[in-house]
């Protein structure tokens, strides 16, 4: 079986940051982005927790498929199973530093939210209580403050 793109990347060379995993073409003509949000260093700093990226994942994909200029372009957030970070799937074809200040200013709101996580009930998750909103703004406070307000090409590129 051949081996995909994303188990191709050197994840002892991976650095956190904003990176584009893949950009795929739907049978329709339509390019989307995937990007790579990596928020701890995969085999050297500790996975998130998942009730800290379950929480991310709710603020952050509520944030951006209700952002002004990016809604009708957002497919998709969510949590990689590693633990390390999140995938952003995008639609059209978009650049790491193109994609990085929304990535900041998401991060931004997660790192500042107060309030009731939106989809935290019986009714609107498969596992409500699994959260932990605290560890949620620590985790995104930490990645904007040490990356995503300090990006270099490093934190940009995959490493070869």
């Not at 009730?51 to 994909?61: P, Y």
């Not at 970070?85 to 200013?105: D, F, K, M, Q, R």
Request: with cysteine.
């Amino acid at each position: 079986m051949e081996k995909i793109a994303s188990f191709t990347v050197d994840h002892l060379r991976l650095l956190r940051g904003v990176y584009v995993s893949r950009r795929d073409v739907t049978p329709s003509g339509d390019v989307i982005t995937t990007f790579d949000v990596r928020m701890t260093e995969p085999n050297r700093q500790p996975a998130l927790p998942g009730n800290v990226l379950h929480t991310i994942e709710h603020l952050a994909a509520t944030y951006l498929r209700n952002h002004p200029q990016w809604r009708d372009r957002i497919v998709y957030w969510g949590p990689m199973g590693c633990c390390t970070g999140n995938y952003l799937i995008v639609a059209g074809h978009c650049t790491s530093a193109e994609i990085a200040p929304l990535v900041a200013e998401t991060m931004r709101f997660v790192a500042d939210y107060e309030g009731e996580v939106p989809g935290a009930s019986a009714r609107d998750c498969g596992n409500y209580t699994y959260m932990d909103l605290d560890g949620a703004r620590r985790a995104a406070r930490t990645y904007l403050t040490e990356v995503l307000e300090r990006l270099d090409e490093s934190n940009l590129t995959y490493p070869d």
